[in-house]
């Protein structure tokens, strides 16, 4: 795959994307050999650059900003995936020695699940 078949795929394979289409993308990506798909990786990484390039020129930004901009993003997402992951690790733990809970039981209100505390009333009808 080389050139415009390269940039089509590239664009179909954001189209995919975009639409929160995994079974498109896999679809697209089934018969491709290796090559072809680190030279499609390669392009989506260009095409992502561009648009992201364009949009902060757009905005006033420099080059310099955009990078500073996008190492930013990165640093964000990783540590939100690291403060996931913890979570899911002690939930995980939680619920193997039995001491997994539905939320904070707050007074106000605030959690999302039922309140598990004995009601301070009479019971309900």
Known sequence: ???LELDRTADAAIACALRDDVDGLVTLVRPLDAAELRRLVGRLAV???EGLSGWAADAGATH???ISMWQHAILRA???RAVTAR???ADAAAAED???TDGPDSADG???GPDDRPADGPAGP
Do not use: L, V
């Open 1 to 3: 795959m080389q050139g």
């Open 47 to 49: 095409r992502a650059a």
């Open 64 to 66: 310099e900003d955009t």
């Open 78 to 80: 990783e540590r939100e």
């Open 87 to 89: 979570a899911e690790q």
């Open 98 to 100: 039995g001491t997994a």
């Open 110 to 112: 605030s959690d999302d």
